[in-house]
């Protein structure tokens, strides 16, 4: 009954692979988001989906591409990874986008690039 | 825009000591203030927030931490450390844009308990 949950844990994978990242909420959340964790703990947004619908697209790439196929999951594809791509991805979902909503996060997958 | 900022990347401390994890904030408008624990190898999970209501708030595992509006600070503190209290510690700001919100935090804290 994991509330919020990633697949897979740990993604190890060559420079120019492209490869998917996937999450999904329990919790009839509306929002969901990834955020990226670097090696040195800094942790930022890179983008929000609501009902969705794209609603925060920070500066990333363009070659990370959201997908949510319906509210309860929230997808992310990377394409032609870089090594500087390495890190931890947390997915995340709210209740809503508005107003004051705990996000709740997942375990995180790790991601490295060789 | 909003931002914190979290004074030590690194705070060790005695079994049964106090903790005093620092962060204080920037912003234009009253804020919404978090502090997020991630253990080793694990997701993020809310210790406690502040939502302009009270100014002491408790969260869980016994922190807690006071909003002083003077000092534009939310300092994360707990009376007696336990050598599970050892993890990252995140400060994080509400930041509304458009209607959507997004988190913004601070650069960590590492606590370290020492038996």
């Known amino acids: 009954d994991t509330a919020v949950s990633q697949t897979p844990k740990y993604l190890v994978t060559q420079m120019g692979n492209d490869k998917s990242i996937k999450c999904e909420q329990n919790l009839g959340h509306d929002t969901m988001y990834w955020y990226k964790q670097d090696s040195k703990k800094f942790l930022k947004i890179m983008f929000s989906?609501?009902?969705?619908?794209?609603?925060i697209n920070e500066t990333v790439p363009n070659r990370f591409s959201p997908k949510s196929p319906d509210k309860a999951h929230l997808n992310l594809h990377i394409n032609s990874l870089e090594l500087g791509d390495s890190a931890v991805y947390f997915c995340?979902?709210?209740?809503?986008?508005?107003?004051?909503?705990?996000?709740?996060f997942g375990p995180g997958t790790r991601l490295t690039v060789l | 825009a909003q931002s914190v900022t979290q004074l030590g990347s690194h705070v060790s401390v005695s079994e049964g000591a106090l903790v005093l994890l620092r962060c204080n904030y920037s912003s234009s408008v009253p804020p919404y203030l978090f502090w997020y624990v991630q253990y080793p190898n694990q997701g993020l999970q809310l210790l406690l927030k502040?939502?302009?209501?009270?100014?002491l708030v408790k969260g869980i595992n016994g922190f807690e931490a006071e909003f002083k509006k003077s000092e534009t600070s939310f300092h994360l503190t707990k009376p007696s450390a336990h050598m599970s209290d050892a993890a990252e510690y995140f400060c994080a700001v509400r930041q509304s844009l458009e209607g959507a919100q997004k988190l913004v935090f601070g650069q960590g804290t590492r606590l370290t308990i020492n038996p």
């Open positions: 989906y609501n009902n969705k619908e794209l609603i």
């Open positions: 995340a979902s709210s209740q809503s986008a508005g107003g004051w909503n705990e996000q709740f």
């Open positions: 502040y939502t302009s209501a009270a100014t």
